[in-house]
Every structure is written in C-alpha cells, then in structure tokens.
C-alpha cells in the first residue's frame, strides 16, 4: 500500500479512479430469487447517493435465460434522462441488445470477448473470432451515434475450462478493438485465476501497445485475491474498476462461479490509502445491508461484517 503512495501523486491517482458499479447485473446476474423492479430502483438511488461513477443496471440479454435482467429495458427508461455526476451502463451481448440498449438511451455500451473459445462459446454460442468481428461492428455503430463504448478481453487471465490463456492472445484481441478506435479497454478475469504479477505485466504491455487508452479491470473473488489484484492494476495504470455491492456476483457460463470485488470494500481500501475520500462509504454499506436483508442471506463483503476502520472528525473530514 505504501508503494502506491510513493509512485503515484495522490491528487492524480484522486481524479483518475472511476468506480463502475456493476453490483445490479453481475452481482443479481446469478441469484435464483428475482428482485422487483421497485427493489432494484431504491438500490441504485442508493448508489447514486454514495457518488459512485458508474452504475450498470443491467444486460440486454433474453429473459428466458437470465430472467433477472428481464427489466432491464424498464430501468433504464425509467432512469434516463439519467442523473447528475452518475453515468448508466449496460452490457449487450449481440446486435439485438444493441438496438435495445439505443431505444431507451444507454449512455454507456459495455460489450466484450472471451479469450477463451469455450467460455465464449458457452456466454454467446459463438467462438471468439466471430465474436470480435461483431464486436467491432457493434462499437462502431455505438460510437457513431456518440455513445461510450468500453470493450472487454473476458477470461483474460485463465479460463475454468481451458485453463492458462496465452498472453498474445489477449493481446491480439485488445489491438483489434484499438484498430476499431475502441479507447477504453477492459480486461475481465471471469474465472478469478489472476494475480498480482499477471495483471500489472498485461495491463503494462496493453498501456505499451497505446498510451493514451483507458484501461478498465473486472475482478472475481474466486481464489481471494480480488482486492490485491485491483492495487495491482492501480500501479498499472488502470483507470476504471468495475465492483460489485457486497461482492456479489458471477458468470453463470463460467465453470466456478464467484462473487466480485466488493464495491465497499474496494472503497474502503482506497480511502484507507487517502484516496476517493469523496465516495459515501456508509451510503454503500447500506445498500449492501439492504441487499442482505432481501436475500436473506450473508454476503461476501468484508467491511459489511467488520465495519470501517475510517472514522470521520468534527468538520466531516475522515480520519485515514
């Protein structure tokens, strides 16, 4: 922790994280009890209190197979023009859920390949190379009608199903979405295999590839290593990183499915460093609370059963 304080100047590393919360599809994505659609609008007005970035409300997938994205359309007409200070994303799989996501004004499209044929094949019913080329097609439509567009390497630190996915092969994929004039790259560990080495070489060689990408990171909890892997990243210079409210979540194509990175977590990690110290950590607490209650159940998070270690003064300051 001490190390990113040295290499980076705080005030620069303040504005450039960009927390993207993806708790509402990725987290909810895999749960067999569904949420009301009432339900999951007073998690997100919570969200947006705490300040957040980004929050995804869902994916525009079939119902039939993820029936708790089934409201998705409905979110998000309710939510637009959308909010101050807060942008909404959604994922889209295909064409179809493109031209879903365009006619209730997505601002933010979020779409991606798996590095690994069989996961891919599984997730979409396509291998990655088709994958890619509809990938392409879709951005470039995205972006000409003025859309964010955030293109993501699934499985691009190892695969349930194929194990060790070759560097180059990320690589390659990430230099066609740049060829396509995508500027913001995720990379997704989808089966949890990455560690710290592995995420601070590759998002290093993708920086090297194009200095001025923003690089985005999507972590799973699986082996326990989500957290130290996102300081990773940090030092890497990724910009955004995508978590999930109580650390939730899971691919439900993938072979062991495990929660994310947990958004308060991840918080409190940072402001423990000095940093995003204007993010509402107990707006989030809350809300994963919340989720708690619903589900009847104990969640992943950590700082939900311990509690903050941040204190706050007089003036409203916290105490780091």
Request: aromatic share 6%; with cysteine; proline share 3%.
């Amino acid at each position: 922790m001490e190390g990113l304080r040295q290499d980076f100047p705080k005030d620069k590393i303040m504005q450039e994280i960009v927390i993207h919360e993806v708790g509402l599809r990725d987290g909810l994505q895999i749960e067999k009890q569904t949420v009301p659609t009432e339900q999951k609008i007073a998690w997100v007005n919570g969200l947006v209190r705490s300040g957040l970035d980004i929050i995804q409300l869902g994916s525009f997938v079939h119902p039939a197979k993820v029936p708790q994205m089934a409201d998705t359309d409905q979110l998000f007409h309710h939510f637009n023009p959308g909010r101050e200070n807060v942008i909404f994303s959604g994922l889209v799989l295909n064409e179809k859920g493109l031209e879903r996501g365009m006619a209730c004004g997505v601002e933010m499209f979020c779409m991606g390949v798996s590095a690994s044929d069989t996961h891919s094949r599984k997730n979409t019913g396509m291998g990655t190379d088709e994958a890619v080329v509809q990938i392409l097609a879709m951005a470039q439509k995205a972006l000409t009608e003025g859309k964010k567009v955030q293109a993501s390497v699934q499985s691009a630190f190892g695969c349930g199903f194929e194990g060790e996915i070759p560097r180059e092969r990320v690589l390659a994929i990430v230099g066609k979405f740049l060829e396509g004039g995508i500027r913001a790259i995720s990379l997704a560990d989808t089966a949890g295999h990455a560690h710290p080495g592995m995420v601070e070489d590759l998002f290093s060689a993708i920086r090297e590839l194009d200095h001025e990408v923003d690089l985005a990171c999507h972590f799973h909890n699986t082996y326990g290593l989500g957290l130290a892997n996102c300081c990773a990243a940090l030092k890497a210079g990724v910009k955004y990183f995508e978590s999930a409210f109580g650390g939730l979540g899971g691919c439900p194509f993938t072979k062991v499915a495990a929660g994310n990175v947990c958004t308060e977590d991840l918080v409190h990690s940072l402001q423990r460093m000095g940093l995003r110290l204007d993010v509402a950590l107990d707006a989030l607490i809350e809300v994963s609370r919340d989720v708690s209650r619903f589900l009847d159940r104990e969640l992943p998070g950590f700082i939900l059963k311990s509690g903050s270690l941040i204190r706050f003064s007089n003036q409203g300051a916290p105490n780091v």
